[in-house]
T-cell receptor, first 112, second 113 residues
Framework: DAKTTQPTSMDCAEGRAANLPCNHS???????VYWYRQIHSQGPQYIIH???NNETNEMASLIITEDRKSSTLILPHATLRDTAVYYC?????????????FGAGTILRVKS | DSGVTQTPKHLITATGQRVTLRCSPR?????VYWYQQSLDQGLQFLIQ???????AKGNILERFSAQQFPDLHSELNLSSLELGDSALYFC????????????FGPGTRLTVT
């Protein structure tokens, strides 16, 4: 599995866009990028995933560079409730046994 | 609310004891996963079941076991508890096997004293 590198922490002003980077320079052609977040001691929450095209849903946008070596999760209008640990996870499709492997993630602090 | 329920929310027990954690997946989900989150180890995958069958094992101790019942709920059994087993235990579910889009429950906080 490709290794991911994320900043330890980031701050963002409330109402502004939060851009969370993830480096995955060893990603393989069939590996997807997944983003999860965990608000303090709650269960992790799935946000979005993508292979090579940019993706958007009601929560966030995912921008993957053309060479797929890095990606950015964008929360367009961050609120205080978006304060959480954000995990970037790279995984290849498997028929079964699809465990999620969580790293340390990025602590995002949204400030008023 | 993810639709995944876990009971109990909190559990305090003594070393050497045995406990059972329960998980009900989202309606229609066939796959159940268990994860452990401790302060020093982060979130770690323990075990996965799909439609009653064990599919994958992670860093699960021999003192721990799990099963998934015909109604698709799952139980994680922890025995001969040690202080180091104190952690948050999360259950997640997905529609079918082979999916990384998993929906997590609120967790059970286990404290071993």
């Amino acid at each position: 599995d490709a290794k991911t590198t994320q900043p330890t922490s980031m701050d963002c002003a409330e109402g502004r866009a939060a851009n969370l980077p993830c480096n995955h320079s060893t990603i393989s052609g069939n590996e997807y990028v997944y983003w999860y977040r965990q608000i303090h001691s709650q269960g992790p929450q799935y946000i979005i995933h993508g292979l090579k095209n940019n993706e958007t849903n009601e929560m966030a946008s995912l921008i993957i560079t053309e060479d797929r070596k890095s990606s950015t999760l964008i929360l367009p209008h961050a609120t205080l409730r978006d304060t959480a640990v954000y995990y970037c996870i790279v995984r290849a499709p498997m028929e079964y046994g699809n465990k999620l492997v969580f790293g340390a993630g990025t602590i995002l602090r949204v400030k008023s | 609310d993810s639709g995944v329920t876990q009971t109990p929310k909190h559990l305090i027990t003594a070393t050497g004891q045995r406990v059972t954690l329960r998980c009900s997946p989202r309606s229609g989900d066939l796959s159940v996963y268990w994860y452990q989150q401790s302060l020093d180890q982060g979130l770690q995958f323990l075990i996965q079941y799909y439609n009653g069958e064990e599919r994958a094992k992670g860093n699960i101790l021999e003192r721990f076991s799990a099963q998934q019942f015909p109604d698709l709920h799952s139980e994680l059994n922890l025995s001969s508890l040690e202080l180091g087993d104190s952690a948050l235990y999360f259950c997640a579910s997905s529609t079918r096997d082979g999916m990384y889009e998993q929906y997590f429950g609120p967790g059970t906080r286990l404290t071993v004293t």
